[in-house]
Structures are given as C-alpha cells and as structure tokens.
C-alpha cells in the first residue's frame, strides 16, 4: 500500500484542514502529522480505497477514509490521539 498522492491528499482536503487545526499538532509533510516529535498520522491509498493511519497506545492502527462517516470517525480518533499522545 502506497503513501497517499498529492492528487489523494487533494480529495482529503476537508480532513487535513480540520487536523491542521488541532492544538499540537503539525503536518512536517503534507498529510503526515505529528504531536511533538511522535507520529501521529498519515494516508495510504490502493486499491481497496483511502485509509488513515492513526498511532494511538504505541501502536499503528488502520482506519478507511472514503466516506464522510469514516472521515469525521477518523478525525474524533486524531483529535483523541492527539491530547492522548506524550500527556
């Protein structure tokens, strides 16, 4: 599975501005994020569709992003992550 394109990242776009804005959170990258100096967050695609991966308790987890549904579930998970993350 490859790293999201910027053309894939271009279709994310609602998603990425949203985790731009979450406090602690910086995008090194586009569409790689980070909560200080731990990664937090990035997009693969193939061909089963888009997905996010989310490091929450140490460890990579996968979450589809293809839908609205799956984009704002996988948001409330970053945003959980996030104030989780070096606390």
């Given at each position: ?14 998603l ?59 948001l409330?998970?970053?945003a ?8």
């Amino acid at each position: 599975m490859k790293h999201a394109s910027q053309a894939t990242l271009h279709l994310l776009a609602d998603l990425l501005e949203s985790v731009r804005e979450l406090p602690g959170v910086t995008e090194r990258t586009p569409g790689c994020f980070y909560r200080k100096s731990s990664a937090l967050l990035h997009f693969h695609e193939d061909g089963a569709g888009l997905f996010a991966d989310l490091k929450r308790c140490g460890r990579w987890e996968r979450m589809p992003v293809n839908t609205a549904g799956e984009r704002a579930a996988c948001l409330r998970a970053t945003a959980q992550a996030a104030k989780e993350q070096h606390t």
